[in-house]
């Protein structure tokens, strides 16, 4: 095989050896109920959360304490009103935060359920079926064809056994077993039939290992990262505002009422109530898109991940190829020609076979009906022994023999001289510099000798699509790396073909046998990794993460679990186990991988919409704070009341909920949350909107000597038109008509409460009334400000720019 298999583990339930246990009769039931009681079922422990601490702990944060705060003061002034809208968004935000959580993490859960359900033990020295959950290390038990093996065990009796591992190592054929060879929980056989002892079970299996590593790994998303550190700017503006406050109303000595009900309002407009549940929705629109796709997100936050993911480490088998036997072309030695090599193996193969290597062959062969000439009077299946299988054939030309196997074992049939197997060696180390595996294909002649007709090399060839998304995927600034347990030079072969690169280092070059990184490694720089295991792609993610990058994994087997729990962005391709689909942020359903550069567009229109969303959050946040504080320590004057800060609340509400409709630009290299960025724009946005604040109320008050409730009233309407209008401001870098337009559902939710919050203006719906023309007058005054507040914005973009070029 072109990969050795997994060390056998030394802890846990094997750790004191394999009970001596009779083959002929099996555990007594008593031993085997102290050997339950001692190593505990052979089942994956799960952790248990109670939902109850779960949901309160989304209640707990620098975020959450503030709402609650802002809660705890609206109740002390007795403003219900307030209260309940506080305590209502602060509900909502736990219960999305709290499903989100519930929906995300299921790998162990599936990883258990992977198990094998039932398994054929001795028992008392009678043979019977009993759930796998209950077997120990000493029991006897029969794998026959087809079985999931329920626990690692070593084989003792039995000719032989082929197993399929693919899901727990990543070869891509199956593996042959023999008496004395070690067997692993979930691998499933092929063919064969063999007695085996069990040896560990549960967690100490080597299944158990990988499922352990999935509870363990994990990464903070660089989402909820950005989400802090936005909630933790507007928390110390706030603080430091209402501290200021404080200190100036104890000097005027104002009513303490007063200054409370300041903070209160002050509070409630700066703090970023909806701040994660509009960034979940936007998230959340877009996942619905994704799954048109055929791209099924498992976790909200993974989108964003994917809009900046710079490295994509791909699984080899199943996710680059087909993970299907494939034959090159035949190397033809003494056949008439290359049919005639394929002709032979297809009759020394079973048709209704499992074996992966019958099946490529005979798919090969094209027309089934050019066997029918032939009836096979004998078939000796492959014997691990002699390395080979073997049929007698009658046909057309009377009756003949045919074998295949390893080409060393077809050498000693044939009784070759040394000229051919020189040139057996020679071809068949050819085959494997490029990755392939070699079988030996022989027939006799009228006379009964042997002949060796010929080698057929045997590959899993790349998908279809795989070089065009990898070159699409380049394209859009993503590095994509293999890694596989297969051998170095099978890696580099398939890399060649996709244009990977073929600068392929092996795990052991890459970490000791601790699992420890050498010094010198190069895991940075290469193009791809061989020869791993599931804890080296773990640990190559993690490595490759704390060099700052944003790390996303494909794959399809429970090997790929850890890796793809610990990436940004794990992804699940068709096909892939339960435990890999659990462990993935992404799971694609249809065939194929171009659905993935699909969804990295669809991710990054995600990010634009979460960017502008944060943007005009903080611009407004900003604009609010310092026009109420500036307005209470330089003119005394509260310039909105409580009532008309809920009413901007609940109106602002909408047209941000559907900035998660809205089109959006796709950037073409991976995006990443650059909060100077969007502090810098925030700010200015904000101050600006501050100096139109207070021009307007500068024209009320000494122009138009209004009394102090209409000027509010001016104030509130000015607030929500000018609000709503910097949404189209922070959409895109350029001019408001720049493609994409605003999708028509942000159009019409946007003017719509617009609309709705002039009429409160204009008819005095809790608020003093000031009829239409002063309503009007605010909305000329706001549109002004919204061409000055364009100009400024693409000036400032420009500015930035240069700044990062320099």
């Avoid at 050997?35 to 079922?41: D, E, I, K, N």
């Avoid at 705890?72 to 999305?96: C, K, Y």
């Avoid at 199943?318 to 030695?333: M, S, Y």
């Avoid at 409709?661 to 700010?683: C, E, F, G, Q």
Wanted: one cysteine or more.
């Amino acid at each position: 095989m072109d990969q050795s298999t997994p060390d056998q583990p030394g802890a846990g339930a094997a750790a004191g050896g394999t009970p001596g246990t009779d083959p002929k009769r099996g555990l007594g039931s008593d031993e085997a109920a102290r050997l339950l009681a001692q190593y505990g079922p052979n089942a994956i422990e799960e952790k248990h959360t109670s939902p109850l601490l779960k949901f309160l702990s989304f209640f707990w944060g620098p975020i959450p304490w503030m709402i609650e705060a802002a809660a705890i003061l609206s109740a002390a002034v007795r403003h219900w009103e307030d209260f309940a809208i506080i305590t209502i968004m602060l509900v909502i935000n736990a219960v999305v935060g709290f499903w989100q959580e519930h929906q995300a993490d299921n790998a162990i859960a599936a990883l258990k359920k992977n198990l094998a359900l039932k398994a054929h033990v001795l028992r008392d020295g009678t043979w019977r079926d009993i759930a796998a959950r209950d077997l120990v290390p000493g029991d006897v038990i029969l794998i026959r064809i087809g079985n999931v093996i329920p626990a690692d065990v070593t084989l003792v009796e039995g000719d032989y056994l082929s197993v399929d591992q693919s899901a727990l190592t990543g070869e891509s054929l199956p593996v042959d077993k023999a008496a004395g060879d070690i067997a692993y929980s979930s691998s499933v056989a092929k063919m064969g039939e063999m007695k085996a002892i069990v040896t560990a079970t549960g967690g100490a299996t080597y299944f158990g290992r990988t499922a352990k590593l999935v509870e363990t790994a994990g990464a903070t998303s660089h989402f909820q990262k950005a989400v802090l550190r936005i909630g933790n700017f507007l928390i110390l503006i706030t603080l430091a505002l209402v501290a200021l406050i404080l200190v100036v109303a104890l000097f005027r000595h104002d009513p303490l009422v007063e200054t409370v009900l300041f903070a209160l309002i002050l509070t409630v407009a700066a703090i970023p109530v909806a701040l994660p549940a509009v960034l979940s929705v936007t998230m959340a629109v877009g996942a619905v898109k994704l799954a048109k796709m055929k791209a099924i997100v498992s976790r909200l936050v993974s989108i964003e991940e994917m809009a900046g993911m710079d490295i994509l480490c791909s699984d080899k088998t199943g996710t680059l190829t087909k993970n299907e036997l494939t034959l090159g072309d035949p190397i033809v030695l003494a056949g008439k020609a290359a049919s005639d090599v394929v002709l032979a193996a297809a009759l020394a193969s079973q048709s209704d076979s499992p074996d992966a290597i019958d099946g490529a062959i005979l798919k090969s062969l094209g027309d089934p009906a050019a066997l029918k000439p032939f009836t096979i009077s004998k078939f000796v299946p492959f014997d691990p022994v002699s390395k080979r299988a073997e049929a007698d054939v009658e046909g057309e030309g009377g009756r003949f023999q045919v074998a295949k196997g390893a080409p060393q074992a077809i050498l000693e049939l044939v009784g070759a001289d040394g000229t051919l197997g020189a040139r057996v060696s020679e071809e068949t180390d050819k085959m494997a510099a490029k990755g392939y595996r070699t079988l030996g294909v022989a027939r006799t002649d009228p006379s009964g000798k042997w002949q060796y007709v010929g080698l057929l090399p045997l590959f899993d060839p790349p998908r279809d699509d795989a070089l065009a998304t990898i070159h699409e995927a380049r394209s859009m600034g993503l590095d994509v790396r293999m890694v596989t347990g297969d051998h170095v030079a099978i890696a580099k072969e398939i890399a060649g073909k996709l244009d990977l690169g073929t600068r392929i280092i092996a795990a052991d070059e890459a970490f000791d046998k601790d699992g420890n990184r050498r010094s010198g490694a190069g895991i940075e720089d290469a193009d791809g990794y061989a020869q791993v295991f599931p804890e080296h792609k773990y640990r190559i993610v993690k490595e490759l993460q704390g060099s700052g990058h944003i790390v996303g994994m494909t794959g399809d087997g429970v090997n790929d679990a850890p890796a793809l729990k610990q990436a940004d962005v794990g992804i699940a391709v068709s096909g892939a186990t339960d435990a890999a689909r659990a462990a993935a942020d992404l799971i694609l359903t249809g065939v194929g991988l171009s659905v993935i550069t699909r969804a990295i567009e669809e991710a990054r229109k995600i990010f634009e919409r979460m960017n502008s969303y944060a943007v005009f959050r903080i611009a407004e946040t900003v604009r609010v704070l310092l026009f109420m504080t500036l307005s209470i320590l330089v003119f005394n004057f509260y310039p909105v009341t409580a009532v008309m800060i809920v009413l901007l609340a609940v109106l602002n509400d909408f047209p941000i909920m559907m900035i998660a409709y809205d089109n959006a630009p796709v950037a073409r290299k991976p995006v990443k949350w650059d909060m100077h960025r969007v502090l810098t724009l925030s700010i200015i946005l904000g101050v600006m909107g501050v100096f139109a604040s207070f021009g307007l109320f500068w024209i009320a008050e000494e122009y138009l000597h209004l009394p102090r409730e209409t000027i509010q009233t001016l104030v509130f309407l000015k607030l929500l038109v000018a609000g709503h209008l910097t949404i189209y401001l922070t959409r895109n870098t350029g001019a408001i008509w720049d493609r994409p337009w605003p999708s028509w559902k942000l159009i019409v939710v946007t003017e719509t409460t617009q609309v709705l919050g002039t009429l409160a203006a204009v008819y005095g719906w809790l608020v003093e009334p000031i009829g239409w023309k002063y309503a009007l007058g605010v909305w000329a005054y706001a549109l002004i400000w919204f061409l000055i507040n364009s100009v400024v914005k693409i000036y400032a973009y420009r500015l930035m720019r240069r700044g990062r070029d320099d």
